[in-house]
């Protein structure tokens, strides 16, 4: 893959405060104070390295300027999740942050808190009903990561998708960028049909997925396997590594710390993964947070956070840019 180009490397700059700029995040003494706030930071789940780093980020923010932060984590539960955005509205926090889940499940009581005058902030949730909603650019994420696809197969072959979330919003606009290209790339085509990731047991049902398709399609007949996160990734890949197929490419976005290590191995079937910032997200929607909670009125509908394409060429850039190293 070519080197990080300059807008890029700016906007990468600028959201971890580096030398090159600081337009995607204002400097720490910019951001007003949050003493005597009530913050509730709640998480569809946190045993994904996003939702978990996206929530510590948060609860530090929160802590760092001065707030009590409320935590709430439904364990990857819809009942659980709507239960405790229910609970919320009785806790009269100063202030909510969603992070995740199906929108479709949540935005009714989504909705209830902005009706009781909870001011309600988002993280990969662009909800109407939220003030705003702190995230990574998924559009450019999701066409990145399609173009780095068709680079690498020669726009030829054949793809396994995992589809399984298409509910949630982040995971749909990835897909619907990675259909947008390869329209352009008639060549290379999606097998029916496509593939379920699933929550819990995500790495063992992808590699079990895969295991089989690979006796059910011999070398030659798979080009690349791609994935909305690279959680069903890193099972896809320990699949491909277990049947010596290293030829198959994955793809995924995220950034997750096991994913990045099999990157530096030699001979990694690991086309390419789109690293996230989740801490800086979680850092970031905080402080939008406290920004508005001191009268900021106009803040953007959407603030994004840069996000990096990584492949074994720019891994250790990569992760010197994420604080990894």
């Avoid at 008639?186 to 819990?200: A, C, F, M, T, Y």
């Avoid at 990157?263 to 508005?292: E, F, H, M, W």
Wanted: glycine share 8%; aromatic share 4%; hydrophobic share 40%.
């Amino acid at each position: 893959m070519p080197e990080f180009n300059r807008r890029q490397l700016i906007q990468a700059a600028a959201a971890l405060s580096l030398p090159l700029g600081s337009r995607l995040a204002l400097a720490a003494d910019e951001v007003p104070s949050l003493k005597g706030k009530r913050i509730a930071i709640s998480a569809t789940g946190t045993d994904h390295y996003f939702d978990l780093k996206a929530f510590q980020g948060q609860i530090d923010e929160v802590k760092r300027l001065g707030g009590t932060p409320i935590t709430l984590d439904a364990g990857r539960n819809d009942k659980n999740l709507v239960t405790q955005l229910q609970n919320v509205i009785t806790q009269k926090p100063d202030a909510v942050i969603q992070t995740l889940g199906t929108l479709s499940v949540i935005d009714p009581w989504l909705k209830r808190i902005k009706g009781a005058g909870i001011p309600l902030f988002t993280i990969d949730v662009p909800s109407v009903n939220s003030i705003n909603n702190t995230t990574s650019d998924n559009v450019a994420t999701g066409r990145a990561l399609a173009e780095q696809l068709v680079k690498d197969t020669g726009g030829k072959g054949n793809i396994l998708v995992f589809n399984g979330f298409y509910g949630v919003p982040v995971c749909a606009i990835r897909y619907d960028e990675l259909k947008r290209v390869l329209h352009a790339h008639p060549e290379l085509k999606i097998l029916q049909p496509e593939l379920r990731d699933v929550i819990p047991n995500t790495v063992q049902d992808a590699h079990a997925q895969i295991a089989a398709l690979l006796n059910k399609y011999p070398q030659g007949q798979i080009s690349a396997i791609w994935s909305a996160w690279d959680i069903p990734q890193l099972g896809a890949t320990q699949a491909l590594i277990d049947a010596q197929r290293t030829e198959v490419k994955t793809y995924g976005v995220d950034g997750t710390p096991e994913v990045l290590n099999l990157i530096s191995q030699a001979n990694s079937p690991i086309g390419a993964v789109v690293a996230q910032q989740p801490a800086l997200i979680g850092k970031t929607a905080v402080q939008n947070v406290a920004r508005y909670l001191a009268g900021k009125r106009d803040l953007p509908k959407e603030t994004y956070v840069a996000t990096l394409l990584t492949t074994k060429s720019n891994l250790g850039e990569v992760q010197k840019l994420r604080g990894d190293a």
